[in-house]
């Protein structure tokens, strides 16, 4: 059993900055992807970003510049570095687990922490 526990939401002003953190119950290593998704109510999760285990990186166009994802394998954490925060990035913000870089599936999602921008 994979757990995900995600931490470090809160408040922030417009411009300011949060960094997530993500711990796993596992290595992160080459079998797998990590990442983050974001939910606001009334819409579909959408994927913010994701890292492989050599540091190849993804970033929605609505965050790229923003948000810095990485990782460490050795205190088994990943985390995301929003800078620059906008209110459109309120949302719900989950760690997730994939089975590869390509595709859409995830296999292990956290519970969420909040971000709310104002």
């Known amino acids: 059993h994979v757990q995900l526990v995600e931490s470090g939401g809160g408040s922030v002003q417009a411009g300011g900055s949060l960094k997530l953190s993500c711990a796993t119950s596992?290595?992160?290593?080459?079998?797998?992807?990590m990442g983050w998704f974001r939910q606001t109510p009334g819409n579909e999760r959408e994927e913010v970003a994701r890292?492989?285990?050599?540091?190849?990186?993804f970033y929605a166009d609505s965050v790229k510049g923003r948000f810095t994802i990485s990782r460490d394998s050795a205190k088994n954490t990943v985390s995301l570095q929003m800078n620059s925060l906008k209110p459109e990035d309120t949302a719900v913000y989950y760690c997730?687990?994939?089975?590869?870089?390509?595709?859409?599936?995830?296999?292990?999602w956290g519970q969420g922490t909040q971000v709310t921008v104002s």
């Open positions: 890292i492989d285990s050599d540091g190849k990186t």
């Open positions: 997730v687990r994939r089975p590869s870089w390509i595709g859409n599936a995830v296999d292990y």
């Open positions: 596992e290595g992160v290593d080459s079998s797998y992807c």
